[in-house]
């Protein structure tokens, strides 16, 4: 089948379409521009959650919990859980799968797992893509889900509305290391597990640390806590999710957030295709390819060679 054909039976609302379509943004498929193109004017209206922080919170079970709640509130759902490894080799990836098995035969929600494939920030290139994708499809929530590799998972705030922070009772530590990462990018911080002993510390270890650096925006970041195994304090975090969605919605923050994201799509497309056209190009001109080789055998430091690619190319402008 044609893969217009496809994108527009996805449209129509064919869930199994709406995989196909996310398998070829995964694969950067060279229809993809076309694709995106073709849904780009059905997405903006779903609400995207990013649920982030280190590794060990409980963030798939919380995730698992809160789509049951959309569900019953009868909103559909879309999940993109992003894992650092193959989405073909198990390990978290396969845990996620069995936290959530359960809503595999709902068809109100959609559930990818997807690999980093090396994106620091914590979210695979195509992320952005298939969160489009979701949108386009009229899921009114969609919720990413960060590999949890800690402070370097942050471009989940140029991927959503609501970020919410997940720690742990004890996470003295790592509430340390989140000065200069984490702290800034929570809307929404959330303390799960909190039938472990030193909850109410960890509480007012943020509340403090908070106060301190009250956020920009205006908005007064919650903490709550959670006990997303036994279902406890799901309907609290969902409340906090409505409350920050109303004043990022009042004040004209969420516009501004949205504008701002496609901003950074669109200088991220750019990127990435020039990227790959200089690849292209290295590998295909003699000369550019023995500048490459120059670099690598330590005759020509990376950054002259580039300046003598790019003027080679004829795109420098000093």
Same mark, same amino acid.
């Given at each position: 089948?044609?893969?217009?054909?496809v994108? !527009?039976k996805?449209?129509?609302?064919?869930?199994?379409?709406?995989?196909?379509?996310i398998?070829?943004i995964e694969?950067?498929d060279g229809?993809?521009?076309?694709?995106?193109?073709r849904?780009?004017?059905?997405?903006?209206?779903?609400?995207?959650?990013?649920? /982030?922080?280190?590794p060990?919170?409980? %963030?798939?079970?919380?995730? $698992?919990?809160?789509v049951? @709640?959309?569900r019953?509130? !009868?909103?559909t759902?879309?999940?993109?859980?992003v $894992?650092?490894t193959?989405?073909?080799?198990?390990?978290a990836i396969l845990? !996620?799968?069995?936290?959530?098995?359960?809503?595999?035969?709902?068809?109100?929600?959609?559930?990818?797992?997807?690999?980093s494939?090396?994106?620091?920030g914590g979210?695979?290139?195509?992320?952005?893509?298939?969160?489009?994708? @979701?949108?386009?499809?009229?899921?009114?929530?969609?919720?990413?889900?960060?590999?949890?590799?800690?402070q370097?998972?942050l471009?989940?705030?140029n991927?959503?509305?609501?970020?919410?922070?997940?720690?742990?009772?004890?996470?003295?530590?790592?509430?340390?290391?989140? %000065?200069?990462? +984490?702290?800034e990018?929570?809307?929404i911080?959330?303390?799960?597990?909190?039938?472990?002993?030193?909850?109410?510390?960890?509480?007012?270890? +943020? #509340?403090?640390?908070?106060? +301190?650096?009250?956020?920009?925006?205006?908005?007064?970041v919650p903490?709550?806590?959670t006990q997303a195994?036994?279902?406890?304090?799901i #309907? $609290?975090?969902?409340?906090?999710i409505e409350?920050?969605?109303?004043f990022? /919605?009042?004040r004209?923050q @969420?516009?501004?957030?949205?504008e701002? *994201?496609r901003?950074? !799509?669109?200088?991220m497309?750019?990127?990435? *295709?020039?990227?790959r056209? @200089?690849?292209?190009?290295i590998e295909?001109d003699g000369?550019?390819?023995?500048?490459?080789?120059r670099?690598?055998?330590?005759e020509?430091?990376p950054?002259?060679g580039?300046?003598?690619?790019?003027?080679?190319?004829?795109l420098l402008?000093?």
């Amino acid at each position: 089948m044609d893969i217009m054909a496809v994108v !527009d039976k996805m449209l129509a609302g064919d869930q199994a379409m709406l995989a196909k379509v996310i398998t070829r943004i995964e694969r950067e498929d060279g229809v993809v521009p076309e694709i995106m193109k073709r849904i780009y004017p059905r997405a903006g209206k779903a609400y995207t959650i990013g649920v /982030t922080g280190p590794p060990g919170g409980g %963030k798939s079970t919380l995730v $698992d919990k809160l789509v049951s @709640l959309l569900r019953q509130k !009868d909103f559909t759902v879309g999940v993109v859980a992003v $894992d650092p490894t193959s989405p073909f080799s198990g390990g978290a990836i396969l845990g !996620d799968r069995i936290r959530m098995q359960r809503h595999y035969l709902d068809e109100g929600v959609f559930i990818r797992s997807m690999a980093s494939r090396g994106s620091f920030g914590g979210l695979a290139m195509a992320t952005k893509d298939v969160v489009t994708a @979701l949108d386009a499809f009229g899921k009114d929530f969609v919720i990413v889900e960060t590999v949890g590799v800690g402070q370097t998972e942050l471009d989940i705030i140029n991927r959503v509305d609501t970020t919410l922070v997940i720690l742990i009772p004890g996470a003295g530590d790592a509430i340390q290391t989140m %000065k200069a990462g +984490l702290m800034e990018i929570a809307d929404i911080f959330v303390v799960n597990k909190a039938d472990q002993p030193g909850t109410e510390n960890t509480i007012n270890d +943020l #509340e403090s640390m908070l106060s +301190l650096h009250p956020a920009a925006s205006g908005w007064d970041v919650p903490v709550i806590s959670t006990q997303a195994h036994n279902n406890i304090g799901i #309907e $609290d975090l969902f409340q906090q999710i409505e409350r920050h969605r109303t004043f990022l /919605t009042e004040r004209g923050q @969420l516009n501004a957030r949205r504008e701002q *994201r496609r901003k950074n !799509d669109f200088l991220m497309a750019i990127q990435d *295709r020039a990227k790959r056209q @200089l690849q292209k190009h290295i590998e295909r001109d003699g000369e550019l390819s023995a500048i490459m080789e120059r670099v690598a055998r330590g005759e020509l430091d990376p950054h002259s060679g580039a300046i003598e690619v790019f003027n080679t190319l004829g795109l420098l402008n000093e």
